[in-house]
């Protein structure tokens, strides 16, 4: 199946710093989310983008289809921001979504 | 705008025993996915429901299964718990999509944290 790597598995940041996370995944996709989950355990949408870029408040997502990764950019970054980031990606003719292991993000004030 | 709905929220269970977790999709969609997280890792696909059949299944044993009712919510049933099959259980909703075309975003629930003891 297909695999789904993270990097990095852990980033530590001071308050007002920015990030980038990456995901590279092994096959041709046809979906590709970006999610954060929060200490309860729910899953937030960031970004769908199976391609191209998006942009939403100080974060903003970048999917290069044909290389195989995406990258999730957090600017300014805010404790509020802490938590697990996950990718996650559907291949093309499957209905199964595959997940990475995870960012684990702590942004300290 | 109701978004996915999960219950219960808590599950505690004795290992050997079954246990029955329920589904409401988002308003507007009709095909539910499972999925299941266990501590410190990324959710596993478990098997996903379309017009009331399993569509695709991931890989899980049999003990594992699941119903999708006309209303399109959905049932996770697990027989014969394990203290393994501790997680946390998230059902996620979506627009069908196509097979080898077009495939929509997923929207998860709060999802139902199951302890077996």
């Known amino acids: 199946g297909i695999q789904v790597e993270q990097s990095p598995p852990d980033l530590i940041l001071q308050e007002g710093a920015n990030s980038t996370l990456r995901c590279n995944f092994s096959d041709s996709v046809n979906n590709l989310q970006w999610f954060h989950q929060n200490p309860w355990g729910q899953l937030i949408n960031l970004f769908y983008?199976?391609?191209g870029t998006k942009q939403n408040g100080r974060l903003s997502a970048t999917t290069v289809a044909t290389e195989r990764y995406s990258l999730l950019y957090i600017s300014s970054s805010q404790t509020t921001d802490s938590g697990v980031y996950f990718c996650?990606?559907?291949?093309?003719?499957?209905?199964?979504?595959?997940f990475g292991a995870g960012t684990r993000l702590t942004v300290k004030p | 705008d109701a978004g996915v709905t999960q219950s219960p929220t808590h599950l505690i269970k004795t290992r050997g025993q079954q246990v029955t977790l329920r589904c409401s999709p988002k308003?507007?969609?009709?095909?539910v996915s499972w999925y299941q997280q266990a501590l410190g890792q990324g959710p596993q696909f478990i098997f996903q429901?379309?017009?009331?059949?399993?569509?695709q299944r991931g890989n899980f044993p049999d003990r594992f299964s699941g119903h999708q009712f006309p209303n399109y919510s959905s049932e996770l049933n697990v027989n014969a718990l394990l203290l393994g099959d501790s997680a946390l259980y998230l059902c996620?909703?979506?627009?069908?999509?196509?097979?080898?075309?077009?495939?929509?975003?997923?929207?998860f629930g709060p999802g139902t944290r199951l302890t077996v003891t």
């Open positions: 996650a990606v559907e291949r093309s003719g499957n209905n199964d979504m595959r």
């Open positions: 983008i199976p391609s």
């Open positions: 429901y379309y017009e009331e059949e399993e569509r």
């Open positions: 996620a909703s979506s627009l069908p999509g196509l097979a080898g075309g077009r495939s929509y975003e997923q929207y």
């Open positions: 308003s507007g969609h009709d095909t």
